[in-house]
Each structure stands twice: as structure tokens, then as C-alpha cells.
Antibody, heavy 118, light 107 residues
Framework: EVQLVQSGAEVKKPGESLKISCKGSGYSFTNDWIGWVRQMPGKGLEWMGI????????RYSPSFQGQVTISADKSISTAYLQWSSLKASDSAMYYC???????????WGQGTLVTVSS | AIQMTQSPSSLSASVGDRVTITCRAS??????LGWFQQKPGKAPKLLIY???SLQSGVPSRFSGSGSGTDFTLTISSLQPEDFATYYCLQHYNYPWTFGQGTKVEIK
């Protein structure tokens, strides 16, 4: 069974750093892409970027380029989304999802809620 | 970036109704489009991929059509569990873009 399991909710202060994770199982992690999607409270879905787990080829939305870093460790089948300096406006739910064999986002993680507050 | 204009933003419908949601791309995207359903507090779920292919396990009352710039998601007979928010997503080129969402509410 394909599963994407995300790390737990985080509460951080502005200016702090953060790295959240998305662990894949039940499929060949290195053959597929993992994307990240933001959902701010009460709002729609926003595509942030995507990484090919096999060689870490990464693409970003211009809206998020330079604001976050997407990475992957294929040895442990895990993708990451990180911030070096959080802002209150980064408070949101973040989802990871898989692109496999041209089928876009067929499996999703459960989401990681990030709260940034002083 | 390709803009995805989804309409309507919300609709009220009754159980058994036929419901149609549309997405229009600002440029041609072939059939590189997916439709997703999201219920409150849950992750989105893929319903349709490649514009018209039904994802495994999704009820056949859901269907998708279109190619190029105009796409449609149809629910042939709305069921109580279908009340949710629906999104389209183009993955033709980067950056991928979602539609703004359509909230389907009970009339």
C-alpha cells in the first residue's frame, strides 16, 4: 500500500528555522516525484514545488522560490520542506503528494500544520 | 504562469442533482489536468487524472472531460458524501497551478 506519512504539527516563533518531512512507503521512492502544497487557513491549494527523488531535480513556484527549500534523502525515502527564517504568514497546512507515471498527486500525506506566532 | 479559472466558486445543490464544475486554462494544456475533492480537515483526494481518466476506487458518478483550455468535472447524481470543495490542477508546465476551488453545499 502506497503511503506518505508527514511529520507532526509544529509551533514556532518568527525567525526560527523548520524542516518538515514526508516519508514514502509501499512503492519505489526513487522513481517518482514528490510535490508540496500549501493551504492557508480557510483558503485554497497552492502548488509550492516538486522534487524527483531519484536525482533531487527540483522545481519551484516563483511564489515560493527563495522562501523555502525542498530536498530529499532517497536512502530513507523521505522528502523535506524547510524554512531558514519563518514568518507569521508561513502559518498554514502543508501537504506532500506523489506524482507517479504521469498521474498527478495520486497519493497525499495527511498534512503538517505549521503555526508561527510570537 | 498558466492561470486556471474555476467556476462557479460555490454552488448549492440537492442530493440526486447533476453538478458541473468548469476550469479554463489561460493557454492550452493538452489533457494535463487533474480534479481533486477536499473535505474539511482532510487531505485532497484525486478523482480524475489526464482530464478524463477515473482514478481507481472513485465512484463512476464522477467524470471529467475536455482538452486544451476548457475542462469539466461532472457529478451525475450528487450523493451526501460529495459535499466538499473541488479543485482542478494543471501540470502541463511549471509552475503547476490550481483553480480557486468550488465549494459544493447542500441546498
Amino acid at each position: 500500500e502506497v503511503q506518505l506519512v508527514q511529520s507532526g504539527a509544529e509551533v514556532k516563533k518568527p525567525g526560527e528555522s523548520l524542516k518538515i518531512s514526508c516519508k514514502g512507503s509501499g512503492y519505489s521512492f526513487t522513481n517518482d516525484w514528490i510535490g508540496w502544497v500549501r493551504q492557508m487557513p480557510g483558503k485554497g491549494l497552492e502548488w509550492m514545488g516538486i522534487i524527483y527523488a531519484g536525482d533531487s531535480d527540483t522545481r519551484y513556484s516563483p511564489s515560493f522560490q527563495g522562501q523555502v527549500t525542498i530536498s530529499a534523502d532517497k536512502s530513507i525515502s523521505t522528502a523535506y520542506l524547510q524554512w531558514s527564517s519563518l514568518k507569521a504568514s508561513d502559518s498554514a497546512m502543508y501537504y506532500c503528494a506523489r506524482l507517479s507515471n504521469g498521474v498527478c498527486f495520486d497519493h497525499w500525506g495527511q498534512g503538517t500544520l505549521v503555526t508561527v506566532s510570537s | 504562469a498558466i492561470q486556471m479559472t474555476q467556476s462557479p466558486s460555490s454552488l448549492s445543490a440537492s442530493v440526486g442533482d447533476r453538478v458541473t464544475i468548469t476550469c479554463r486554462a489561460s493557454q492550452g494544456i493538452r489533457d494535463d489536468l487533474g480534479w481533486f475533492q477536499q473535505k474539511p480537515g482532510k487531505a485532497p483526494k484525486l478523482l480524475i487524472y489526464a482530464a478524463s481518466s477515473l482514478q481507481s476506487g472513485v465512484p463512476s458518478r464522477f467524470s471529467g472531460s475536455g482538452s486544451g483550455t476548457d475542462f469539466t468535472l461532472t457529478i451525475s447524481s450528487l450523493q451526501p458524501e460529495d459535499f466538499a470543495t473541488y479543485y482542478c490542477l494543471q501540470h502541463y508546465n511549471y509552475p503547476w497551478t490550481f483553480g480557486q476551488g468550488t465549494k459544493v453545499e447542500i441546498k
